[in-house]
């Protein structure tokens, strides 16, 4: 023997860690079992090794899971489980463990529907309705199609080559499903990748359809259909800051208070606990302090204070700094069949051309202040 | 064809057969096979199938210490061994006979003898 098979016959390190590895994947049968059936391995290995004419580092012994899969089967020990399941020895033999499970599962299943009669009616019902699967496939990839290349983001293509082009993954995605026009083994294995891809996407794409057409069916309503409760007056969608109350004469009314049809207190806000609100202009209208615990915000007009320095540091209202908030103007037509107010008709006189009844009218008004 | 497949259904009967005159130990028994004309045959399995029929009592085993080496493994057909050996190889003579008729192309009318009740 030369001395290169000499040096070949040692168990090199590749042999030690492939026999470690089929041990481990073996880890499973009771110890004497294990002893019994990987006894002299390294030998055996180490010999084939020289039989091929390899050196100890160049020899392809193969995937040891894969050989302690053969091994196992020989001995007549049943198929390793889940819970032996040996990590950790590489991506080849990782997806030949995929596989094996895959077909452990399989063969599983379809014993378990043998002992159940209902599971494997409703399993068979599904399985009847495949073409609604498969038009759901053509569906998605044909949405996305058509809305990636001829634009649009709805349910349904926005252009007639949209159609087109939906249409025809629908057919192509369905004649697929009927197993025609796939004549290669690779493309059934792409079509099953595919598949994977378009389960994996179908929550989000229904997701996005829900959305849409929630869209479309609410498209004029405020948010995500939900309702939107102001916490203020609003009249029409426009916040109410303050409300101005004019006598008949058209006099303004220093405070008034007001109610609604049931008796409540009409408040400009809901949170009467609020320490003022902001209003439309940048103001800070406050409630009134008439009222106790300054819950008043159902008395108009609401005062107000200019900026955060008018409270106190705990948060109350420094009372010297609050003030009266203007009336929009100083006074308003009467009424029908009231006299006019002395200021109109003080105005009047002033043009000098008034006339003697607006006069007298004012006149007779100012007793009835 | 796969012949690995073909294999499985006859490891037992080849290992029996390897072994039928003179002892080997397990690549020596893998080598055998291979020289025989099983080139495809896995170490794995020889391996496998010798324990099995170890454990069926169809072989004997003895382990001979090697000098410098590792020590060997050797297995041997024992009587019990003897007799599945000749059961197996009758039936594969059937089956082989069998399989030989329903292949040869040059006999059709082999086929038709199922159900045939004439």
Redesign the interface.
């Given at each position: 023997m030369t001395p290169t098979l000499e040096t070949a016959?040692l168990?090199g390190a590749d042999v030690a860690a492939f026999a470690a590895a089929v041990r481990a994947a073996l880890a499973d049968l009771p110890p004497d079992e294990l002893d019994?059936?990987t006894?002299?391995?390294?030998?055996?290995?180490?010999?084939?090794a020289a039989?091929s004419g390899e050196t100890g580092d160049g020899a392809d012994l193969g995937d040891p899971a894969a050989?302690?899969d053969?091994?196992?089967?020989?001995?007549?020990y049943p198929p390793r489980t889940a819970r032996s399941h040996a990590g950790g020895l590489g991506i080849v033999p990782a997806l030949r463990d995929v596989r094996g499970m895959l077909r452990g599962a399989r063969e599983g299943w379809t014993a378990f529907l043998a002992r159940h009669r209902i599971l494997a009616g409703l399993v068979e019902f599904l399985v009847s309705l495949r073409p609604v699967w498969w038009v759901f496939r053509g569906w998605v990839i044909g949405i996305w199609i058509a809305n990636a290349v001829f634009g649009g983001w709805m349910p349904l293509p926005a252009t007639q080559l949209g159609w087109i082009a939906m249409l025809a993954t629908i057919v192509v995605s369905v004649m697929f499903g009927r197993g025609r026009w796939l004549p290669r083994q690779w493309m059934r294995r792409a079509l099953a990748a595919l598949n994977v891809v378009v389960i994996a996407a179908s929550p989000f794409v229904l997701g996005w359809l829900g959305n849409q057409l929630n869209n479309m069916g609410y498209a004029y309503y405020y948010g995500s259909g939900e309702t939107y409760y102001p916490e203020s007056l609003n009249l029409g969608g426009r916040q109410i800051d303050n409300i101005f109350a004019y006598d008949a004469d058209g006099t303004p009314i220093d405070q008034v208070q007001l109610f609604d049809q049931d008796g409540n207190p009409l408040n400009l806000v809901v949170d009467t606990s609020a320490p003022f609100w902001g209003t439309v202009n940048g103001e800070m209208v406050v409630p009134s302090g008439d009222v106790a615990g300054r819950a008043g915000w159902n008395v108009y007009p609401l005062a107000h204070v200019n900026d955060w320095s008018d409270f106190e540091d705990d948060g109350a209202i420094d009372p010297t700094e609050v003030s009266d908030t203007a009336f929009p103007s100083a006074s308003v037509k009467p009424l029908a069949g009231n006299p006019v107010p002395s200021t109109a008709a003080q105005g009047a006189a002033q043009e000098g051309a008034a006339s003697e009844d607006a006069t007298q009218e004012g006149a007779d008004a100012d007793p009835a202040d | 064809m796969d012949t690995t497949q073909l294999l499985k259904g006859v490891?037992d009967v080849a290992v029996l057969a390897a072994v039928q005159h003179e002892d080997g130990?397990?690549?020596d028994i893998?080598?055998r096979l291979r020289a025989a004309g099983l080139a495809d045959i896995?170490?794995?399995?020889?391996?496998?199938?010798l324990?099995?029929l170890y454990?069926a009592g169809a072989l004997s085993s003895y382990v001979v210490p090697s000098d410098g080496?590792?020590?060997?493994?050797y297995y041997g057909i024992n009587d019990q061994g003897r007799e599945m050996l000749a059961a197996q190889r009758a039936d594969w003579s059937e089956f082989a006979a069998t399989m030989t008729g329903l292949l040869d192309p040059r006999r059709p009318r082999a086929v038709r003898t199922i159900g045939d009740n004439a």
């Open positions: 016959t168990p019994e059936l006894d002299g391995l390294e030998a055996d290995l180490t010999e084939r039989d050989y302690a053969e091994l196992r089967a020989a001995a007549g | 490891l130990y397990g690549y893998v080598r896995g170490d794995a399995s020889v391996y496998g199938t324990r099995r454990g080496g590792p020590h060997r493994k």
